[in-house]
């Protein structure tokens, strides 16, 4: 199975803010079709989560610009510009490039 | 709009079976693939499996590949988990997925 590693477990941070979470797979997330099939997700406290990016960059449907991703390969990033309250939760990326999907082990994102 | 609601949860005692459904609307069900993914308290996400639009590819996590079974019927815009010989490590909130579109997940407890 791809491992995928996120890091930090852990964010406490200031409205405001901007703040970086890495995502690393153990293997490429290139598909045959040249895309990568790596996505990132927000769980926002008692809801299911939420797709945020899908494809490395291409922002979901409503998701504010103030969320970016970039990557290649094995190596992804998320940026949040200027935190704000509705940011709060656990962030998760997700490969599916291979099977079986996996995910990341997620990053809290608290309010400091 | 999309909507995925999931049913069947409940308590359920350890060797036992159960089925979970979740109803699809405000999309032609029979032109995606579907799946179902899983949450422990307070853990992480963990993909179960995925089916093809006519039911002719189903891939599933290894580890999970001789318990659950997925399951779908286009006229009734229905996908199914089939789970059978549940244990503790089984409880969990169970989510029917179309692609990174998510339903609000049922909870399964597994407890004698």
């Known amino acids: 199975d791809v491992v995928m590693t996120q890091t930090p477990p852990s964010l406490s941070v200031a409205i405001g803010q901007s703040v970086s979470i890495s995502c690393k797979s153990s293997?490429?997330?290139?598909?045959?079709?040249?895309?990568?099939?790596l996505h990132w997700l927000l769980q926002s406290p008692g809801q299911s989560p939420k797709l945020l990016i899908y494809q490395v960059s291409n922002l979901g449907s409503g998701v504010p610009d103030r969320f970016s991703g970039t990557g290649s390969q094995k190596d992804f990033t998320l940026k949040i510009s200027r935190v704000e309250a509705e940011d709060l939760g656990v962030y998760y990326c997700v490969q599916a490039t291979h099977f079986p999907r996996t995910f990341g082990g997620g990053t809290k994102l608290e309010l400091k | 709009e999309v909507k995925l609601v999931e049913s069947g949860g409940g308590l359920v005692q350890p060797g036992r079976s159960l089925k979970l459904s979740c109803a699809a609307s405000g999309f032609s069900f029979n032109d995606y693939w579907m799946g179902w993914v899983r949450q422990a308290p307070g853990k992480g996400l963990e993909w179960i499996g995925e089916?093809?639009?006519?039911?002719?590819?189903?891939n599933y996590t290894p580890s999970l590949k001789d318990k659950f079974t997925i399951s779908r019927d286009n006229a009734q815009n229905t996908l199914y988990l089939q789970m059978s010989k549940l244990g503790s490590e089984d409880t969990a909130i169970y989510y029917c997925a179309r692609g990174l579109n998510w339903g609000q997940g049922v909870m399964v407890t597994v407890s004698s």
């Open positions: 293997q490429s997330l290139v598909y045959s079709d040249g895309k990568t099939y």
């Open positions: 089916i093809n639009q006519d039911s002719s590819t189903i």
